[in-house]
């Protein structure tokens, strides 16, 4: 029996055990998505973590999203097979950065994208993620400001979308800032059946190539249903595994080789195993940070 096969026995035995269900984002590695009970987007599994009734959750994720599973269900024992697997994007901004930003705009509704750090969201008015960031913006009554935090990308986009000028925090995505808009161009050309769909957290440049503007749950939907054979994909990728393993009729090809988010790829199967093994690393927040950023989570949960 090879090695490969022998852990995700472990695991699956391990999760027997120990009640535990595997969640995993859309940019995790195949052997990671293939062991997962369930991958999505942000939005996707901030639904399902609430929804969790497993006494352990592991999260196949970076460490915003575990905290986030951990807000929205506190009972449980959430672990982070790799304890550095962050988010630069989610690091750009600070609660004290945010708790001077309302008081240099007093008044101001925060609107504040999933990733962002649990203390970050404890103090904003509402969260949102890349498929319901522009719905989240419509709703808010148009006579207030509103500050949108930390991806200038993604607030430019959805200021595209509503008309809303908004304040943005000057944070972005180091992984999709590898795509731009001259390959996908270029692309095109190389493939001029292919249908274009990219992610809102490219730059505005990039956003203009685009057939199509979606989160990656919103992708996998889009590209399922499409008649196009053929699509070019503006984010991690990751995504192209999965929507590979959908599509088997169909091509994708990554608007370059470099959109690689490392911090996605720190999880693998040896670290789920040890991660159930040892009950490593166990995400815990304070009661008032969880009470708080629940609040601004479960604002955007109305917008499904
Ligand atoms: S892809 Fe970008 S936003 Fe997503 S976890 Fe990686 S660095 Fe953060």
């Not at 029996?1 to 995790?28: G, P, V």
């Not at 050309?189 to 490219?202: D, F, I, N, R």
């Amino acid at each position: 029996m090879n090695t490969s096969i022998k852990i995700i026995e472990e695991i699956n035995r391990l999760k027997k055990e120990k009640d535990a269900i595997i969640l995993a984002h859309n940019y995790q590695i195949g052997e990671v998505q293939d062991i997962a009970d369930y991958v999505g987007d942000s939005l996707g599994l901030s639904i399902k973590a609430s929804e969790v009734n497993n006494k352990v959750i592991v999260f196949c994720g970076v460490r915003f999203m575990a905290e986030t599973a951990k807000i929205l269900n506190p009972l449980k024992t959430v672990l982070l097979p790799d304890k550095s697997a962050g988010c630069p994007m989610a690091d750009m901004i600070t609660a004290r950065d945010v708790i001077e930003l309302k008081e240099k705009h007093p008044g101001a509704i925060v609107v504040c994208y999933v990733n962002s750090t649990a203390e970050v969201k404890a103090n904003v008015d509402i969260c949102c993620t890349s498929a319901n960031a522009v719905q989240v913006v419509n709703s808010l009554p148009k006579d207030k400001e509103i500050i949108f935090i930390p991806d200038k990308h993604l607030g430019s986009y959805v200021e595209s979308q509503t008309g809303r000028k908004m304040i943005l925090w000057n944070g972005y995505c180091p992984t999709h800032a590898f795509i731009d808009a001259k390959s996908v161009i270029k692309m095109k050309k190389e493939h001029p059946e292919a249908e274009v769909l990219v992610h809102p957290e490219c730059n505005s440049e990039v956003i203009k190539t685009a057939d199509q503007v979606l989160s990656t749950g919103g992708m996998l939907e889009y590209a399922r249903q499409s008649s196009a054979r053929e699509f070019i994909i503006g984010t991690e990728i990751g995504i192209i595994y999965r929507l590979k393993k959908q599509n088997p009729g169909k091509i994708f090809y990554p608007a370059n080789n470099n959109i690689i988010c490392p911090n996605m790829k720190l999880i693998n199967l040896e670290k789920i195993m040890w991660s159930l093994e040892d009950n490593v690393y166990e995400i815990n927040l304070p009661g008032n940070i969880i009470k708080k950023a629940r609040l601004s989570l479960e604002r955007m949960k109305e917008f499904v």
